[in-house]
């Protein structure tokens, strides 16, 4: 396995200037601060983002921002305390078309490290954390056609890493093992439907082993392989869902101790909830209205009651859908977000040290990254 050393630019990222203390403080210390201002910061940068995933880079206990952005890189965003963004950022030069990320411990040395599918030069780049606030080293896993999506886990148990990575144009899901060094090698491949899109991995029938899920576009199905260790999976299920599904996330969401899955379903302007019975089936489902073209759905207890919410990005509406859960019942509203810009994914993190959940918002079409802070503040906290 070929390794390489990483070179990274330091890329200009536009900023808003601000009177505070902090800001200040950290000037003369030569690092500039993005600067949150009612509530919300917009960051524009040089590339236009794809993909963004919260993590903590380096143990401080404060969340930073990785993104995928077009051009071949990939940008992190040190928290310098809160919400207060280092910019610019670094930025790391990886493959052709790079996609979805995943955060993961790859050579258990307690940093999360990243992995990303490069669609264009279908490999995977494993970006090692080095500790430091940054990445020094980079190798690549050969994939099949146009990798897209990925996830990591632990699937047979063994305390390592492992990682699934779903490629669009083969149809198929690549395999590896993580290694006793901490590297990853190819294990299997499986055959899934026309263009995998999402993959995620979650003990579906609590036999202790990750199952994969996978939602694959052009066929509108959702894929399960349950898996019954040492890397042996059962032959595929297949729940059809139409309407073109293009994001999924795990989910208990009615609070039965059972793992649900939430899907956008893209061209039928939805998101579908499938309902899982404990055996690693779905039984039942439930479908609520989106704005057009939804793209990505993130969830998460936002409102802090214990049960688990929903954030769709609409493609093609000036708006973020919530869907947030009750015992008793679903709120279903929209947040307006400023002018045309596309949203193309939303995540959600915690930046500025306090119990209260923050958005991420990306759009392709703007090349920037909007952050909205502290946007649900229960009276209870």
Same mark, same amino acid.
Request: one cysteine or more.
């Given at each position: ?55 903590? !880079? ?74 430091? *606030? ?18 990591? *886990?632990? !699937? ?51 036999? *202790? ?33 139409? *309407? ?110 306090? $119990? ?5 918002? !990306? $759009?392709?079409?703007? $090349? ?14």
């Amino acid at each position: 396995m070929k390794r390489r050393f990483l070179f990274f630019l330091l890329l200009a990222v536009s900023f808003s200037g601000c009177g505070d203390r902090l800001y200040w403080r950290y000037l003369m210390q030569g690092t500039l601060l993005t600067y949150i201002r009612s509530g919300r910061t917009v960051v524009y940068l040089d590339y236009a983002p794809m993909f963004a995933l919260p993590f903590d !880079l380096d143990r401080d206990g404060d969340e930073d921002i990785l993104v995928v952005a077009n051009d071949d890189i990939l940008y992190t965003f040190k928290n310098m305390v809160e919400g207060r963004f280092a910019t610019p950022p670094l930025a790391y030069i990886v493959e052709s078309d790079p996609q979805q990320p995943v955060v993961a411990d790859f050579n258990q040395d307690g940093l999360l490290d990243i992995a990303v599918a490069n669609q264009g030069s279908n490999d995977v780049a494993v970006l090692i954390n080095s500790g430091h *606030g940054s990445f020094d080293e980079m190798y690549y896993l050969d994939a099949g056609e146009e990798p897209y999506a990925l996830d990591a *886990g632990d !699937l047979d148990g063994d305390g390592k890493t492992d990682l699934v990575v779903a490629n669009m144009i083969s149809d198929d899901l690549y395999i590896y093992r993580g290694k006793e060094s901490g590297e990853l090698e190819f294990l299997k491949r499986l055959n899934v439907g026309k263009m995998p899109v999402g993959v995620k991995l979650k003990d579906l029938d609590g036999n *202790g082993f990750a199952d994969i899920l996978v939602i694959s576009h052009e066929s509108s199905e959702l894929s399960v392989f349950r898996n019954a260790g040492r890397f042996y999976f059962h032959e595929e299920e297949i729940y059809p869902l139409s *309407g073109k599904p293009s994001s999924l996330a795990v989910l208990d969401f009615n609070n039965d101790g059972v793992t649900d899955v939430a899907v956008t379903k893209y061209e039928a302007d939805s998101l579908v909830v499938l309902l899982g019975n404990g055996r690693g089936e779905f039984e039942r489902s439930l479908e609520f209205a989106t704005g057009r073209h939804p793209y990505w759905v993130e969830a998460g207890d936002f409102d802090f009651n214990g049960w688990p919410d929903m954030v769709v990005a609409h493609f093609d509406e000036d708006s973020l859908s919530f869907y947030m859960n009750n015992p008793d019942f679903l709120d279903q509203f929209k947040i307006a977000l400023p002018r045309k810009i596309e949203a193309n994914h939303v995540v959600a993190g915690r930046f500025n040290n306090n $119990s209260y959940w923050d958005f991420v918002i !990306l $759009s392709f079409k703007e $090349s920037m990254m909007l952050i909205y802070f502290d946007l649900f503040k229960p009276q209870s906290l």
